[in-house]
């Protein structure tokens, strides 16, 4: 049997594959399905299936992605996903995924970012959504297991080999002890330890990476995380929520408190169409020195803008804004601020199989690395669900398959079980979700858009303080069920995915896409590597390997002239 932790399109591609293979898959998520983090992706997904430009090619989009990467990505990683693109979309359809269509009957793709080439398919705005519908169909007609509302705590490890994890129930706090002969873990990034993120409560709160790790996997590059530009202030319980970049393709003007339109002096020619690097940074830095909006932000006016435009074309961002602020934004700006958004670094992993250094342990979706380097393009991160979601289910399939047995830990399992006891008897003083908090305020203070030495340290010194008094949480379920027993583990979480940030950040010492140094503004070429943590070895320095002369003639700059770049 194979386990699945995560439920959103990562892990449903992966147990659909496993389902189909014939092999016994459970997967366990802690949100509903319906629910995943997937949902919330708008824009589409990429493959060069060249039905609007029949000039591109897997090779070109291979060469948009390293291009974008700053060379961070993995060349091995970026020729698989887009190599195998073309059969991500197919399986889809062969799910029975509605994509828009040209009246021809071609399925549509736009332009996304920088490809050089139309190769971004989509169904309207919601195509995460439709995507999730569609995978939780084909699950169901496979009749594959699929848990709600289960928490796991910990993989279970023996002699260097995964036999399975252990969990709780959210509601009722039953225990789980799932004996598996593979795991693969689909458990998101770690997004949620800033202040303001896209993701909501309790998700992307580094499950994953302190899963991996526990269990003696490593991190590449937990440092390289996107911020998208246009995250909402208010309220509190909606801070970085996203206005779709949309809003800014579609004729959004950016301006600052003093009612100047800021991106002439960053990016003059593109405006507001920059990159999402550039235009974050842009933001980040009127705000910085003294020039934001009362609440820390810039306005995003869309006002001047035909009310039937925005209606047609971004109906989401204007039922958003009226359901959390009452705000009408065809009469009024929106006040917004960097969020952070994408975490391109994770697990490491291998590139053919994305199998980790714990023999039986896959990772993928964002809770793995090698695909995006520095910037994530627009689009990738879809069919990176499901080109890994397909490999990973077929070689956790024929290593499961290839066990004569599967030996276990007692002590192991003893471990897991005590770790959930020693929580829930925790009387002490300390509030999980205050101390929760605390590390948001460290990251967004110090590893936020801009980062510096004086401050990765500060921020390593704070989080240390907060390390200390984590042995003093008190934990309580109450009659409403366990949820605070899961923010103890979220916390855990939290604080291992904040260390290595920190550690990382202060290691690369450069100023390389997403990852900007404000006293390294540089990029510094000796640093193009991938740097590799773990608790117990710190940081090591991962060479990448050159990219194939095929693709390498094909990275050029792409124009990006009446597009939005991301």
Same mark, same amino acid.
């Given at each position: 049997?194979?386990?699945?932790?995560?439920?959103?399109?990562?892990?449903?591609?992966?147990?659909?594959?496993?389902?189909?293979?014939?092999?016994?898959?459970?997967?366990?998520?802690?949100?509903?399905?319906?629910?995943?983090?997937?949902?919330?992706?708008?824009?589409?997904?990429?493959?060069?299936?060249?039905?609007?430009?029949?000039?591109?090619?897997?090779?070109?989009?291979?060469?948009?992605?390293?291009?974008?990467?700053?060379?961070?990505?993995?060349?091995?990683?970026?020729?698989?996903?887009?190599?195998?693109?073309?059969?991500?979309?197919?399986?889809?359809?062969?799910?029975?995924?509605?994509?828009?269509?040209?009246?021809?009957?071609?399925?549509?793709?736009?332009?996304?970012?920088?490809?050089?080439?139309?190769?971004?398919?989509?169904?309207?705005?919601?195509?995460?959504?439709?995507?999730?519908?569609?995978?939780?169909?084909?699950?169901?007609?496979?009749?594959?297991?699929?848990? %709600?509302?289960?928490?796991? !705590? *910990?993989? =279970?490890? $023996?002699?260097? @080999? &995964?036999?399975? /994890?252990? #969990?709780? %129930?959210?509601?009722?706090? !039953? *225990?789980? =002890?799932? $004996?598996?002969? @593979? &795991?693969?873990? /689909?458990? #998101?990034?770690?997004?949620?330890?800033?202040? *303001?993120?896209?993701?909501?409560?309790?998700?992307?709160?580094?499950?994953?990476?302190?899963?991996?790790?526990?269990?003696?996997?490593?991190?590449?590059?937990?440092?390289?995380?996107?911020?998208?530009?246009?995250?909402?202030?208010?309220?509190?319980?909606?801070?970085?929520?996203?206005?779709?970049?949309?809003?800014?393709?579609?004729?959004?003007?950016?301006?600052?408190?003093?009612?100047?339109?800021?991106?002439?002096?960053?990016?003059?020619?593109?405006?507001?169409?920059?990159?999402?690097?550039?235009?974050?940074?842009?933001?980040?830095?009127?705000?910085?020195?003294?020039?934001?909006?009362?609440?820390?932000?810039?306005?995003?006016?869309?006002?001047?803008?035909?009310?039937?435009?925005?209606?047609?074309?971004?109906?989401?961002?204007?039922?958003?804004?009226?359901?959390?602020?009452?705000?009408?934004?065809?009469?009024?700006?929106?006040?917004?601020?960097?969020?952070?958004?994408?975490?391109?670094?994770?697990?490491?992993?291998?590139?053919?199989?994305?199998?980790?250094?714990?023999?039986?342990?896959?990772?993928?979706?964002?809770?793995?690395?090698?695909?995006?380097?520095?910037?994530?393009?627009?689009?990738?991160?879809?069919?990176?669900?499901?080109?890994?979601?397909?490999?990973?289910?077929?070689?956790?399939?024929?290593?499961?398959?290839?066990?004569?047995?599967?030996?276990?830990?007692?002590?192991?399992?003893?471990?897991?079980?005590?770790?959930?006891?020693?929580?829930?008897?925790?009387?002490?003083?300390?509030?999980?979700?205050?101390?929760?908090?605390?590390?948001?305020?460290?990251?967004?203070?110090?590893?936020?858009?801009?980062?510096?030495?004086?401050?990765?340290?500060?921020?390593?010194?704070?989080?240390?303080?907060?390390?200390?008094?984590?042995?003093?949480?008190?934990?309580?379920?109450?009659?409403?069920?366990?949820?605070?027993?899961?923010?103890?583990?979220?916390?855990?979480?939290?604080?291992?995915?904040?260390?290595?940030?920190?550690?990382?950040?202060?290691?690369?010492?450069?100023?390389?896409?997403?990852?900007?140094?404000?006293?390294?503004?540089?990029?510094?070429?000796?640093?193009?590597?991938?740097?590799?943590?773990?608790?117990?070895?710190?940081?090591?320095?991962?060479?990448?390997?050159?990219?194939?002369?095929?693709?390498?003639?094909?990275?050029?700059?792409?124009?990006?002239?009446?597009?939005?770049?991301?």
């Amino acid at each position: 049997m194979v386990l699945v932790i995560g439920t959103g399109g990562a892990g449903l591609r992966a147990a659909i594959e496993l389902a189909e293979a014939g092999v016994d898959v459970l997967a366990v998520g802690k949100r509903a399905k319906e629910d995943a983090h997937t949902a919330l992706a708008a824009g589409g997904i990429n493959a060069a299936l060249a039905t609007m430009d029949p000039e591109d090619t897997w090779q070109q989009h291979a060469a948009d992605t390293l291009k974008e990467s700053y060379l961070l990505a993995d060349p091995r990683t970026v020729e698989i996903v887009t190599r195998g693109a073309a059969q991500g979309i197919g399986d889809l359809e062969r799910y029975g995924m509605a994509f828009a269509r040209e009246e021809d009957g071609r399925l549509s793709q736009r332009f996304f970012g920088a490809h050089k080439f139309r190769r971004t398919a989509f169904a309207g705005d919601y195509t995460g959504l439709e995507i999730q519908r569609t995978l939780i169909r084909r699950a169901g007609r496979l009749d594959i297991p699929v848990l %709600d509302g289960v928490y796991i !705590t *910990r993989l =279970l490890v $023996h002699d260097g @080999a &995964v036999f399975g /994890a252990y #969990g709780f %129930d959210l509601a009722k706090g !039953t *225990r789980y =002890l799932i $004996h598996a002969d @593979a &795991v693969i873990l /689909a458990a #998101g990034g770690h997004t949620r330890i800033w202040r *303001r993120t896209s993701s909501r409560r309790d998700e992307n709160t580094g499950d994953s990476f302190r899963l991996a790790v526990e269990a003696g996997a490593r991190l590449r590059d937990p440092e390289l995380v996107q911020f998208h530009p246009s995250g909402i202030i208010e309220p509190e319980h909606a801070a970085g929520t996203l206005v779709s970049e949309a809003a800014r393709g579609e004729g959004g003007i950016l301006r600052n408190a003093l009612g100047e339109r800021f991106m002439s002096r960053y990016d003059p020619d593109r405006m507001e169409l920059s990159t999402r690097d550039r235009v974050a940074l842009a933001s980040y830095t009127e705000i910085q020195e003294g020039r934001g909006t009362p609440h820390g932000g810039v306005w995003l006016d869309v006002s001047h803008l035909p009310r039937q435009t925005i209606m047609t074309r971004l109906p989401r961002v204007y039922q958003t804004l009226m359901d959390l602020q009452m705000l009408d934004i065809t009469r009024e700006p929106i006040e917004i601020a960097p969020t952070a958004h994408y975490s391109m670094g994770g697990v490491w992993v291998r590139p053919e199989d994305h199998s980790t250094d714990v023999r039986g342990l896959y990772a993928i979706g964002e809770a793995s690395s090698g695909l995006h380097g520095a910037n994530r393009l627009g689009g990738n991160s879809l069919i990176e669900l499901l080109v890994f979601g397909r490999l990973t289910g077929q070689a956790a399939a024929a290593y499961s398959q290839s066990l004569p047995a599967q030996p276990r830990s007692a002590s192991a399992i003893a471990q897991a079980r005590e770790e959930v006891d020693q929580l829930l008897a925790a009387d002490g003083p300390e509030n999980v979700r205050a101390l929760q908090r605390a590390v948001r305020d460290i990251m967004t203070a110090y590893a936020g858009v801009v980062r510096s030495e004086e401050g990765l340290r500060a921020g390593l010194a704070e989080l240390a303080v907060i390390e200390k008094r984590m042995e003093d949480v008190g934990v309580h379920p109450d009659i409403a069920g366990y949820q605070d027993l899961a923010h103890a583990f979220d916390l855990k979480s939290a604080t291992l995915a904040a260390r290595a940030t920190l550690e990382a950040a202060l290691e690369r010492r450069e100023t390389r896409g997403c990852h900007n140094r404000s006293d390294y503004p540089e990029l510094d070429p000796a640093l193009q590597v991938n740097l590799v943590w773990s608790p117990t070895t710190g940081i090591t320095r991962e060479s990448i390997p050159a990219v194939p002369d095929e693709i390498a003639s094909l990275m050029e700059e792409v124009s990006t002239e009446g597009k939005l770049a991301e």
